[in-house]
C-alpha cells in the first residue's frame, strides 16, 4: 500500500516514524502501532523497513500495476556493515543478494572540522577546498585553471 | 495561534536542506568558519533525506584525474552537447575540478567504491561514472554534515527565506514550521545555502491511483529550491530545461548501468535497432552540428540524451511499441546479473519489487522501457536554477559578482538542485556545490557584506501568519462538510497538486500530449496558473501533515509557473524529446544561442525575462577515441 505494518510485530518504538523521508509513517493512536498514512505519496524507499527493528515493516507493488504474490525483503546490518537481500516472485522463485555498506565501522572516521588547523589567509585566497590540492589527485598536482590549461571563455556558438 | 515560536538568532550559515548539496555546505562550512555558527533546517531526518534516500549504485560524476582518466575541461565538453550547448561552463569547470576530492574523501570515510582488479582505479560504468555499493551513501555524508553542524533541526519544512530590511535584496534567515509538533520556527541568519530538492510530481505522472506516487524523483522533491528562491526574489536560469527520461516501465529503474556496463541495447517490438534510423530527419530539425553519429563514433562526443529520447518516442508513435531493454545476453553472465539487480536494489528497490510482482526475469524475458513525465531540476542531467555568480579566476563579468554560487540576492548562495546551468553534477558535484557555496559564505561575512542585517517582528509575525493560514482556513469552513473532501469554500493539498498536474500536463507539454506545446497553449496554462494560485489563497490543512503538503504544492505551484514563462520565453525546440514547441519546431541557434534568464518580482508577482551570453570554454571535439554513450 506501498508500505504496509505486520500488526504483530509492530511495538510501536516509532524507529520507522523518525526516519520515513516523506513523512508518512505514522503511529496509529488507538492501537499504536504504525502504518503509512499517505500510501501515494510513498517512493518505495524502504528506509522504514530498514530501520524496523522487528521487521514488522513490508512493501507491496503499487496496486494500479502490480499484482499480488510476491515480496523483497531486506535486512540492514550496520554491526557487520552489510546488507542481506531476498526476493521473492509470485511464481516462488527466489533471489538473494549481500552487499557491503560500508568499509569502515560507523561513527570514528570523519574528522571533526573543528579541530584542523584552521586555514590561513593565502588558503581563504585561493580557489581550494578543504585538504585540497592533495585529495583532487592525491598527490601534488594543483587545481586546474583556465591558463593552465591553456583556456579562454569565449563568446558564440560553438557547434 | 497555539503553536510556540522558536528564534534561533546569531545564525552565520544557515543551511536549508540537507541533501548531498546541504550536507557537503554544512561540512566545509566548518573548516573555513571555524568560529561561525552553522545551522541545518532539514524537512526530513538527514540520517535518509533527498534525492539519495534510498542510495546510489553510481557516482554519475568523476573524472579519475588521478589515474589520468579526464580533466574537467573534458567534462565540460560532454555537459555541453548533452545539453545542446546551454550550460553555464564556469561553474561546471569549477563543480568539476573539486569534485575528485569529494569522492576521495567519501572513500576514506567508508563508501564502498567498487575497483578494477587489473588498474586499481575505480571500477568505471561509464566515463563519468564509478560503481559502488552505495546503500549507506546518505547516512555516511549526513554523520560528516552532523559533526560540522551546530544544530540540526530534522522536520522543519523552511516555507519562506526572511529578507533584511535595512538592505533591499539581502536574505536574513528563513522561517518554517516543525512537521510534528507544529511549532514555528523562525532562522535568524548572515546567510543562507539553499540546498533544497528540485521538482518531482508537477506534472501528471503515468500512474493513478497509489503508483501516482511512484515517480522517479523522490516524491518529496517539491520544488523548494525553487519556491524559496523565486518567493525571494532571486534571479532564475533554464526553467524551461525540464527532463524526462527512458526508464524501466512503471519501475523507474534507470537505465544508465545497463547500457554502460552491462552493455545493454534497446529494441522495437520488432527487435530491430531504430534509433539511427530517425536521425535524418531529426538532424534537419537540430543542425549537424548538435547531431552528427559520425563524429560521435570518431571521438567522445555523445548523442544528446534528449535526441535519443525523440527517437524513442517517435518509434513508440510509429506504432512500434514497446521499446525493449536487451536484457537476456549480459544477465547469461552471473555477475552481470548480480550487477543488474544490485544496481537496483542499491538505489530503486520499486524496481526489483515489480520484476518480483510480474515474474519479470530479466535473464529470460527483456524488460519493457518508456519515458517518464518531466521533472525540473538543477543537480541531474538539467540544469534548472537559480542565476549564481562564477568562481572570480574563471568567470567573466556577466557571470561574476563577488562570491561563487551566491544567487541574484545577496548573502543568498545555492547547491545541488539550487543552481542552475550545472547539469550532470549528480550527487558528488551536488555535495561539491555545497563545499563551495560554504567556503564563498564564510569569506562574504568575513568581508563584512552581512553587518547591520535588520529584521522586524512584523515580518516575522506576518509570515507565520500567513504559513497557519490552512489550518486556520480549514477550522473556518469544515463545518460546510459532515464528512468526506467536497468543499465549495477550500480544496485541500492533494486536490491541488491533481489540479496543478494536469494543467501543466496539457499546457506545459506533459506525457499525455506527447511533451508538445505552443504559445497559445501556454497562455492558456498561465491563465488557469493564475487562478489556481487565487485557490491555493483558501488552501485547507485538516492536520500538520497536511500543512506541509500545503507548502510543497506552493513551491510546486511557483516552480511550475516559472516553467511555464521560461517555456513561453524560449520561442524554439531547443530539446526536443525534452519537450516541443509546436510553433517553433526547429533549434535557432541564431536566435537562441543564449541562456534564459527569469525574475520574479516579489511584489507584484511580475516576470521579467532577459537573454544572458552562453560562453563556451573548450572546444569542440578532442582526439578520437571509443564512442560512448551519453548517461540518463
Same mark, same amino acid.
Given at each position: 500500500m506501498p508500505t504496509f505494518v505486520y500488526m504483530t510485530r509492530c511495538d510501536g518504538c516509532g524507529y520507522c516514524v523518525d526516519i520515513c523521508p516523506s513523512d508518512i509513517m505514522h503511529i496509529d493512536e488507538t492501537t499504536r502501532r504504525a502504518y503509512n498514512i499517505e500510501p501515494n505519496m510513498c517512493w518505495e524507499c524502504y528506509s522504514c523497513v530498514k530501520a524496523c527493528p522487528h521487521h514488522a515493516i513490508d512493501v507491496r507493488g503499487y496496486a494500479d500495476f502490480a499484482p499480488l504474490g510476491h515480496s523483497v525483503r531486506v535486512d540492514r546490518d550496520e554491526e557487520r556493515g552489510t546488507i542481506a537481500w531476498k526476493i521473492k516472485f509470485r511464481d516462488g522463485r527466489e533471489k538473494n543478494f549481500l552487499s557491503p555498506i560500508t568499509t569502515k565501522p560507523w561513527g570514528k572516521h570523519i574528522p571533526q572540522l573543528a579541530d584542523v588547523p584552521a586555514p590561513d589567509q593565502s588558503m581563504r585566497d585561493s580557489q581550494l577546498l578543504f585538504n585540497e590540492p592533495k585529495y583532487i589527485r592525491m598527490d601534488e598536482g594543483d587545481l586546474h585553471t583556465l591558463e593552465a590549461a591553456g583556456l579562454k571563455l569565449k563568446e558564440g556558438v560553438y557547434y | 495561534m497555539a503553536y510556540k515560536t522558536i528564534v534561533e538568532d546569531n545564525i552565520d550559515i544557515l543551511v536549508c536542506g540537507a541533501g548531498l548539496g546541504g550536507t557537503g555546505a554544512a561540512w566545509e562550512a566548518r573548516f573555513w568558519g571555524q568560529d561561525k555558527k552553522v545551522v541545518i533546517a532539514e524537512k526530513a531526518n538527514i540520517d535518509r533525506s533527498g534525492a539519495v534516500a534510498q542510495g @546510489? #549504485?553510481?557516482?554519475?560524476? #568523476?573524472?579519475g584525474t588521478r589515474w589520468g582518466e579526464n580533466n574537467p575541461e573534458d567534462h565540460v565538453r560532454y555537459a555541453r552537447i548533452d545539453l545542446m550547448g546551454m550550460v553555464r561552463e564556469d561553474l561546471l569547470f569549477d563543480m568539476a575540478r573539486h569534485v575528485d576530492s569529494t569522492v576521495h574523501q567519501f572513500e576514506e570515510w567508508g563508501l564502498p567504491l567498487m575497483r578494477d582488479p587489473k588498474t586499481g582505479a575505480y571500477q568505471r560504468e561509464g566515463r563519468w561514472q564509478i560503481m559502488i555499493h552505495g546503500e549507506s551513501y546518505k547516512p555516511i555524508v549526513a554523520e560528516a554534515a552532523k559533526k560540522s553542524a551546530d544544530t540540526i533541526y530534522n522536520r522543519i519544512c523552511v516555507t519562506h527565506l526572511l529578507m533584511d530590511e535595512s538592505k533591499e535584496n539581502r536574505v536574513a534567515g528563513a522561517v518554517g514550521f516543525n512537521v510534528r509538533t507544529g511549532n514555528y520556527h523562525v532562522f535568524k541568519s548572515k546567510t543562507v545555502i539553499v540546498a533544497a530538492g528540485g521538482a518531482s510530481m508537477i506534472f501528471k505522472p503515468r500512474s493513478v491511483g497509489e503508483g501516482a506516487g511512484r515517480v522517479w524523483y523522490a516524491p518529496w522533491s517539491s520544488g523548494s529550491a525553487y519556491g524559496l528562491l523565486i518567493n525571494a526574489g532571486a534571479k532564475m536560469t533554464q526553467m524551461e530545461n525540464r527532463i524526462v527520461l527512458a526508464r524501466f516501465k512503471d519501475g523507474y529503474g534507470p537505465v544508465g548501468a545497463y547500457f554502460l556496463h552491462l552493455k545493454t541495447r534497446t529494441q522495437n517490438c520488432n527487435g530491430e535497432e531504430y534509433e539511427s534510423k530517425w536521425w535524418p530527419q531529426l538532424q534537419e530539425m537540430?543542425?549537424?552540428? #548538435? @547531431?552528427?553519429p559520425e563524429a560521435s563514433h570518431r571521438t567522445h562526443r555523445p548523442i544528446p540524451t534528449c535526441l535519443r529520447n525523440h527517437a524513442f518516442l517517435n518509434e513508440v508513435n510509429a506504432g512500434r511499441g514497446p521499446i525493449h531493454m536487451v536484457t537476456m545476453e549480459a544477465f547469461q553472465d552471473p555477475h552481470l546479473e548480480e550487477v543488474g539487480w544490485e544496481n537496483f536494489l542499491g538505489m530503486t528497490v520499486g524496481q526489483a519489487v515489480l520484476w518480483a510482482a510480474t515474474d519479470v526475469d530479466p535473464k529470460n524475458e527483456n524488460p519493457e522501457l518508456t519515458t517518464s513525465e518531466p521533472y525540473v531540476m538543477g543537480s541531474h542531467a538539467t540544469g534548472c536554477g537559480a542565476w549564481c555568480s562564477g568562481p572570480e579566476d574563471v568567470s567573466p563579468p556577466e557571470y561574476f559578482w563577488g562570491y561563487n554560487r551566491m544567487t541574484s540576492v545577496e548573502g543568498l548562495f545555492g547547491a545541488g538542485d539550487a543552481v542552475g546551468g550545472t547539469p550532470h553534477a549528480f550527487s558528488s558535484g551536488s555535495f561539491t556545490e555545497g563545499r563551495l557555496a560554504a567556503k564563498a559564505a564564510c569569506k562574504y561575512i568575513d568581508d563584512g557584506k552581512a553587518d547591520g542585517i535588520r529584521v522586524s517582528d512584523s515580518q516575522i509575525n506576518k509570515r507565520k501568519e500567513e504559513i497557519y493560514k490552512p489550518l486556520e482556513h480549514y477550522k473556518i469552513y469544515r463545518n460546510e462538510v459532515v464528512a468526506g473532501s467536497v468543499n465549495p469554500n477550500y480544496i485541500n493539498p492533494r486536490q491541488g497538486l491533481d489540479r496543478l498536474q494536469k494543467l501543466m500536463d496539457e499546457y506545459c507539454g506533459g506525457v499525455t500530449v506527447s511533451y508538445m506545446t505552443n504559445e497559445k497553449l501556454l497562455n492558456i496554462g498561465l491563465k488557469k496558473m493564475h487562478i489556481l494560485e487565487e485557490d491555493l489563497d483558501k488552501l485547507a490543512a485538516e492536520d500538520i501533515h497536511e500543512l506541509l503538503r500545503a507548502w510543497e504544492l506552493k513551491h510546486r505551484v511557483r516552480t511550475a509557473e516559472s516553467v511555464f514563462h521560461h517555456t513561453l520565453f524560449?520561442?524554439?525546440?531547443?530539446w526536443p524529446g525534452y519537450y516541443y514547441r509546436g510553433d517553433y519546431m526547429k533549434l535557432d541557434d541564431k536566435n537562441w544561442h543564449h541562456l534564459t534568464v527569469s525574475r520574479r518580482d516579489p511584489k507584484t508577482g511580475e516576470y521579467t525575462m532577459e537573454k544572458a551570453p552562453c560562453y563556451h570554454l573548450v572546444d569542440k571535439d578532442e582526439a578520437p577515441a571509443e564512442p560512448e554513450k551519453a548517461e540518463a
Open positions: - | @546510489l #549504485y553510481a557516482i554519475n560524476c #568523476y573524472m537540430v543542425g549537424k552540428e #548538435y @547531431l552528427d524560449r520561442k524554439e525546440t531547443r
